[in-house]
């Protein structure tokens, strides 16, 4: 036999129900509230939805993935570019759900989406992605706010371009990585003058990893070799000297240093 606690429960959660389907736009506002995805989904159907509700309620951080899944084949969804931001933004959708979203965000929308708080590292990632694949159809300036605001892995896809501007703020990023930096030095699109950047900048050209990275690329110019030659260590010198990288002027500097600690 059914209790009485379960009976008023029943008609309660019957009267919301009916609520979540026949509110008014006002109304509609307080039943977006309710704890009950059941009289969420119910809300779906209400005549009075507007893309105004559904920007309230996909703020709300404790949807369940099959209620906002319901949300993304709604037609307001289809047809407004706020809400897949909305949508995109929740850290509850649904990987699948995530991806078909994500083609259609602008660049600076998808950029928040990867280094705002609040997101989850899959969204985060999912958005660097989207972000590296369009980045050969970007325009310049846009790399370079890029290349101001960006996390780790997307600054270092930029730095990769090689792009001497870009290449400069990627450097002033607090995000960007030692290892980035060696990446592109050893990679094919170090140049004499983005390997000149690395080596002037306050915060890389002491450090020792860079330094060597930066003697054994052939492109880097003799002024480096000069200026950094006398703080190594001998037997960095004599890998420098083994190394088919380097070019015989390159070569003749090393040995020249050698030659001046008496080791040559």
């Known amino acids: 036999m059914e209790s009485k606690p379960e009976r008023i429960l029943d008609q309660d959660l019957a009267q919301r129900l009916h609520g979540a389907l026949t509110a008014d736009h006002g109304e509609l506002f307080i039943v977006l509230n309710d704890s009950s995805p059941e009289v969420l989904r119910t809300a779906l159907k209400n005549r009075s939805l507007t893309e105004e509700h559904l920007l309230r309620l996909l703020k709300r951080r404790d949807l369940p993935e099959d209620l906002l899944k319901a949300v993304h084949h709604l037609p307001l969804v289809?047809?407004?570019?706020?809400?897949?931001?909305?949508?995109?933004?929740?850290?509850?959708?649904?990987?699948?759900?995530?991806?078909?979203?994500?083609?259609?965000?602008?660049?600076?929308?998808?950029?928040?989406?990867?280094?705002?708080?609040?997101?989850?590292?899959?969204?985060?990632?999912?958005?660097?992605?989207?972000?590296?694949?369009?980045?050969?159809?970007?325009?310049?300036?846009?790399?370079?706010?890029?290349?101001?605001?960006s996390s780790p892995d997307l600054v270092a896809a930029l730095l990769k371009e090689g792009e001497p501007a870009v290449v400069e703020l990627c450097l002033q990023n607090p995000r960007l990585k030692e290892v980035a930096i060696l990446q592109f030095l050893n990679g094919p699109a170090a140049r004499a003058d983005t390997i000149s950047q690395i080596a002037r900048h306050p915060k890389w050209q002491s450090r020792p990893n860079i330094r060597l990275a930066i003697l054994k690329n052939h492109r880097t110019p003799a002024v480096w070799f000069t200026l950094f030659l006398p703080a190594l260590r001998g037997p960095d010198l004599n890998n420098l000297l083994a190394s088919r990288r380097l070019t015989p002027p390159q070569k003749q500097l090393v040995n020249a240093e050698l030659r001046r600690r008496g080791l040559g």
């Open 78 to 149: 289809e047809g407004g570019h706020n809400l897949k931001v909305a949508l995109a933004m929740n850290p509850g959708t649904p990987g699948p759900v995530l991806l078909t979203l994500l083609p259609h965000l602008h660049l600076f929308e998808l950029l928040n989406l990867s280094i705002l708080p609040g997101t989850t590292p899959d969204q985060g990632f999912a958005a660097e992605r989207t972000i590296v694949q369009r980045l050969p159809t970007t325009e310049l300036g846009n790399k370079l706010t890029l290349a101001r605001r």
